[in-house]
């Protein structure tokens, strides 16, 4: 893994919208892997200005979603499929159709995520994955105790990620559905590149488990350790305790112009 840190967050964002236009400066018809939360939406910022002042174009493109609430109404708008339209989609060019999600409100979940998988393999597979984490040490929705091995699927959201992301949610924990799809670790390991942000101490301990820690289903996010291309993105705060920060500031440092990220 490489990781990154910086003080400025909005460095962090230009980093990962450098990548992402890179890659398609390279191949205009990449498949790009977009992560819903609050960790990305500064890079999506990034994407829709560098769209809007400087013609990066997404007209080529396909995206597929990580995970999505299974039974949020279509209008709701804390649906992923809405979030991600209001967050980047709808502010650039992708065509209609373009970016997929899985499907919470299909009647037959266990096709929808086998739909899923197939329409990710047909499309040549994702070339970057824009992702987070959560506190938990959860990357999409799979939660502690995932297989490493796990495909698109029907997960329960643990206690913690519900009072998480209850913020979006009026404050409900209630409202936040208990069930969700998600992307499987292993096909999110599946990306050529992933690209994780994460900002604020909250992250501080999942990041170190992350990078540092014994590969655990325990910390899903470890399983990115089995990656051989792998940016972390950190800010100070999220970086606080790791054990070799001040080593990976001087690779950084020392890293060679050419290399990119
Ligand atoms: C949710 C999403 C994850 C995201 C995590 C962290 O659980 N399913 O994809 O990484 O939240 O969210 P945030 O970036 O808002 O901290």
Known sequence: MEVVIQTSAQHLATLAADAVAQLLADRPDAVLGLATGSSPLAVYDELARRHATEGLSFARAQAFTLDEYVGLPAD?????????????????????????????????????????????????????QILGIGTDGHIAFNEPGSSLA??????????QTRA????????????????CLTQGLATIVAARHVVLLATGRGKAEAVHQMVEGPISAMWPATVLQLHPHVTVLLDE????????????????????????L
């Not at 967050?87 to 979940?109: E, I, N």
């Not at 690779?251 to 112009?257: E, F, L, M, R």
């Open 164 to 179: 998480d992301n209850a913020r979006f949610f009026g404050g409900d924990v209630a409202a936040v559905p208990q069930h």
């Open 76 to 128: 709701h708008p804390e649906r992923y499929r809405t979030v991600i339209d209001r967050d980047l989609v709808g502010r650039v060019d992708f065509v209609p159709g373009a970016v997929r999600g899985p499907d919470g409100l299909a009647a037959d979940l266990r096709a929808a995520c086998e739909q899923y998988e197939a329409a990710i393999a047909e499309a040549g597979g994702v070339d970057l």
């Open 237 to 260: 705060a999220a970086a606080s305790r790791l054990q070799l920060a001040d080593y990976y500031r001087e690779t950084y440092a020392a890293k060679p112009a050419w290399q990119g």
């Open 150 to 159: 796990s495909r698109t699927r029907i997960k329960t959201l643990t206690a």
